[in-house]
């Protein structure tokens, strides 16, 4: 039977298991909406703005292990989704983002709403589709799931004219799907792995190093295992939290700009490193020579050839998926005869204990003026840990990062890339959506809020129960923070004046909202708010609007050069 | 140091501007690109000169893997390999210059493919820095236009890129 581009859109999507669709119409999708009304399997949630679409699509996906999907309209609508596909290209996050163009006979003529949306995109998708003919539909869209899911994934965008979505054509979706310049699944080098065994093997001062790829190869597990065999310290980035659990004895904390001491000093000082998945990246390693003046041997596992000595050389470079390579890697570790030199690693973690002693992480608690870092505190008992933690971009993130802790992966959910202020609120809804009875909190602060905050309005049409913790310091808190540090105290357009009445906002939406003032309230008021199962509940907690994040290691500095609280 | 990649990619709109994005982007140097379809025209084979680090050339060659519509890379730098590059140059071609500039074509092995009263049009073929050469070695004033095709390469012997 004949269906038009745009029924076949939808197919496509039904044969892909796709739950839900977050989107926003527009001229050049008129007819893929027609065809999402003439069904009920795949459902679509309206958002407010196009880039709350697809940061919905992406907390979706970073909570399960799914490809999120948008859809959008042509021009503007596009425009307002990059943000969105920039911050998942940044962390990796499997998308396919439909998009309108208009009909072919105008592109190239600055038609209304015509914008290139496939050379808007290039340089922030994985790969991105413009379809002329209805026939290629259905096979661009398979390939479109195919290549965000499979090897490193990433968001791909496909552009589909209106005119297309209109032609009839059979309907076909292909079972399987081949491009002869596209080969993930790579079996890592048998000979690789036994060098990083053996190098493991013979360490005395090992480190485990693990990023956002350990989340999203859903390699957790072998992780584990591998960290208590070796009985190494193990850190995770922003990226990686809950990809080792945080409570346990060999986690010593986040690396990087505002890791734990322990952390940054054992990526130092070890003398073997293992990184897994994770990229080197600036935040976490700093200055790249002063992370290179010591010698240690670095064993790298990606999925992607181009993370691998792109920042740091590294000695043994293995490419393959994170959770197989580690498997494999545990496999020859296990059927090793040689013991584990256990002095040195005693002697290892006196070291470590000695690092954290300093308690890089102790913050003066007040009774008079609430500190962001006893609420995330707070937050973190009253929800048993369990909890899905979404959150905006600053000094809100690095709290929220610091003190709650993640023993499950794909719990914490953040911009860590490209840090798009913006993202916490729209991610708690895709989040709820995949997970309706869980609890969901988006930590956020009065900046980042305000930046999607229309979006409270689709969680009231979708009875999404999020929590919203706004740690409210009247200023665009990190931005201060480097004021305050680099640049003599000059706050320069960091006041945010004219702040809303968040409650009655909240109650404006139809939600709950409940301002906290007093520390002694904190807890009562989180109480509060996760025992309304059912509603949206905006907490409006008045911090300190003169707290740092510490400690903290400069931009452009070496890991071991670190702010302390006490030492302002 | 100077490298000549190679590259075989799809034959698809919009394959170009990745490469030529993927370069601009990353803050990569082009001396020259040239491209065009293979005798299996669903591939286009692309040979761009670039220069850079060791580590660099490494991370040019992976971020060019990594695109998708990309088949093969090899950087013919690593093995032997000829490279070839066309030029087409108008010289302004009088009085006693006529004689002489013929006999510089010559020397250079061109061939004059246009000639006017005023002009001779010489179309050149050789590494770019036999190109260069012949430039130098004739009078400023008398180039009136230049043409040059960029780099093409391709490996000596059995080294072979295809599909
Ligand atoms: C879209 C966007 N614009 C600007 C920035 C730069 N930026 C980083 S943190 C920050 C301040 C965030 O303020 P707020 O949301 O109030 O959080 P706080 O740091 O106070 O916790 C800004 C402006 C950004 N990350 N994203």
């Known amino acids: 039977m004949e269906l038009t581009g745009a029924e076949i859109a939808i197919r496509c999507l039904q044969e892909e298991g796709v739950e839900y669709v977050f989107g926003y119409p527009g001229g050049a999708v008129l007819f893929i909406y027609d065809a999402l009304f003439n069904q009920d399997q795949v459902k679509h949630v309206l958002v407010r703005h196009e880039q709350a679409a697809v940061h919905a699509a992406d907390g979706y996906s970073r909570s399960t292990d799914k490809v999120g999907v948008a859809l959008v309209t042509s021009g503007p609508g596009v425009t307002n989704a990059v943000t969105g596909i920039a911050t998942a290209y940044m962390d990796s996050i499997p998308l396919v983002v439909i998009s309108g163009q208009v009909s072919s006979n105008f592109i190239g003529e600055d038609a209304f709403q015509e914008v290139d949306a496939v050379g808007i995109t290039r340089p922030c998708v994985k790969h991105n589709f413009l379809v002329k003919d209805a026939k290629d539909i259905a096979s661009t869209l398979k390939k479109a799931f195919y290549l965000a899911k499979?090897?490193?994934?990433?968001?791909?965008?496909?552009?589909?004219?209106?005119?297309?979505?209109?032609?009839?054509?059979e309907f076909n979706y292909p079972a399987s799907v081949h491009i002869r310049s596209y080969h993930?699944?790579?079996?890592?080098?048998?000979?690789?792995?036994?060098?990083?065994?053996q190098l493991l093997a013979d360490a005395k001062r090992p480190m485990i190093y693990a990023g956002g790829g350990v989340v999203l190869a859903d390699a957790a597990?072998?992780?584990?295992?591998?960290?208590?065999?070796?009985?190494?310290?193990?850190?995770?980035?922003?990226?990686?939290?809950?990809?080792?659990?945080?409570?346990?004895?060999?986690?010593?904390?986040?690396?990087g700009m505002h890791g734990t001491y322990e952390a940054n000093m054992g990526m130092q000082h070890c003398d073997v490193l293992l990184a897994v998945g994770a990229r080197f990246d600036d935040r976490v390693i700093g200055n790249v020579a002063h992370f290179g003046s010591v010698p240690r041997k670095i064993i790298h596992i990606d999925i992607d050839p181009a993370s691998i000595s792109k920042r740091v050389q590294v000695d043994v470079p293995i490419v393959g998926d994170v959770g197989q390579v580690l498997g494999e890697l545990l496999t020859v570790l296990r059927s090793s005869k040689q013991k584990p030199d256990t002095a040195a690693l005693e002697a290892w973690w006196k070291q470590i204990a000695e690092w954290r002693s300093?308690?890089?992480?102790?913050?003066?608690?007040?009774?008079?003026?609430?500190?962001?870092?006893?609420?995330?505190?707070?937050?973190?008992?009253?929800?048993?840990?369990?909890?899905?933690?979404?959150?905006?971009?600053?000094?809100?993130?690095?709290?929220?990062?610091?003190?709650?802790?993640?023993?499950?992966?794909?719990?914490?959910?953040?911009?860590?890339?490209?840090?798009?202020?913006?993202f916490g609120l729209p991610a708690a809804m895709g989040v709820q959506l995949a997970h309706p009875g869980a609890t969901v909190a988006c930590v956020t602060g009065e900046g980042s809020i305000q930046m999607n905050i229309q979006e409270l309005s689709t969680c009231k049409q979708f009875r999404l129960p999020i929590k919203v913790i706004a740690l409210n310091n009247r200023y665009l808190g990190m931005v201060r923070q480097w004021q305050e540090f680099f640049?003599?105290?000059?706050?320069?357009?960091?006041?945010?004046?004219?702040?809303?009445?968040?409650?009655?906002?909240?109650?404006?939406?139809?939600?709950?909202?409940?301002?906290?003032?007093?520390?002694?309230?904190?807890?009562?008021?989180?109480?509060?708010a996760f025992a309304r199962k059912d509603e949206l509940v905006f907490l409006d907690f008045r911090t300190d609007p003169t707290e740092n994040v510490f400690p903290m290691v400069p931009g452009g500095k070496g890991l071991s050069e670190v702010i302390f609280a006490e030492d302002l | 140091m100077r490298h000549i990649i190679s590259l075989l990619m799809e034959n698809e709109a919009g394959a170009l501007s990745r490469v030529a994005g993927l370069f601009s982007a990353r803050g990569y140097n082009i001396e020259s690109l040239t491209v065009a379809p293979t005798e299996d025209e669903t591939l286009s084979r692309m040979t761009i000169v670039t220069r850079?680090?060791?580590?660099?050339?490494?991370?040019?060659?992976?971020?060019?893997?990594?695109?998708?519509?990309?088949?093969?890379v090899i950087d013919l730098t690593d093995g032997d390999h000829l490279e070839r590059e066309l030029m087409l140059v108008k010289l302004r071609a009088q009085g006693e210059a006529r004689e002489e500039l013929k006999r510089m074509a010559d020397i250079f092995r061109g061939?004059?493919?246009?000639?006017?009263?005023?002009?001779?049009?010489?179309?050149l073929t050789g590494t770019g820095s036999k190109l260069d050469s012949f430039l130098h070695a004739i009078d400023r004033n008398l180039i009136l236009e230049t043409v040059r095709t960029g780099s093409s390469g391709i490996g000596r012997g059995d080294r072979i890129l295809k599909l």
């Not at chain 1, 499979?150 to 054509?169: A, E, F």
């Not at chain 1, 609420?375 to 369990?386: A, C, N, Q, S």
């Not at chain 1, 004046?497 to 709950?512: I, M």
Request: neutral net charge; charged residues 25%; glycine residues 10%.
């Open chain 2, 52 to 72: 850079g680090s060791d580590a660099i050339i490494e991370q040019i060659k992976k971020q060019l893997n990594k695109l998708i519509e990309v088949v093969a």
């Open chain 1, 358 to 422: 300093r308690n890089a992480l102790k913050y003066r608690y007040s009774d008079e003026v609430i500190k962001p870092q006893f609420v995330i505190e707070k937050l973190y008992e009253i929800t048993r840990g369990d909890a899905f933690v979404t959150s905006d971009v600053g000094q809100h993130q690095m709290f929220s990062a610091q003190y709650y802790k993640f023993d499950q992966p794909r719990r914490w959910i953040n911009s860590g890339g490209l840090g798009t202020m913006g």
């Open chain 1, 150 to 169: 499979s090897g490193r994934p990433g968001p791909v965008l496909v552009d589909i004219p209106k005119d297309v979505s209109n032609q009839k054509v």
């Open chain 1, 487 to 528: 640049h003599g105290n000059r706050y320069s357009q960091s006041y945010m004046d004219a702040l809303p009445d968040f409650v009655k906002l909240a109650e404006a939406y139809g939600h709950v909202g409940i301002l906290v003032e007093k520390p002694s309230d904190v807890e009562g008021a989180l109480r509060e």
């Open chain 1, 221 to 255: 597990g072998p992780l584990t295992d591998l960290v208590r065999l070796l009985g190494a310290p193990c850190t995770n980035t922003l990226m990686g939290l809950g990809g080792y659990p945080a409570t346990d004895k060999q986690f010593v904390g986040m690396p």
């Open chain 2, 111 to 123: 061939r004059i493919i246009d000639v006017s009263d005023k002009t001779y049009t010489i179309e």
């Open chain 1, 184 to 197: 993930p699944e790579r079996q890592a080098d048998a000979g690789s792995i036994k060098r990083a065994a």
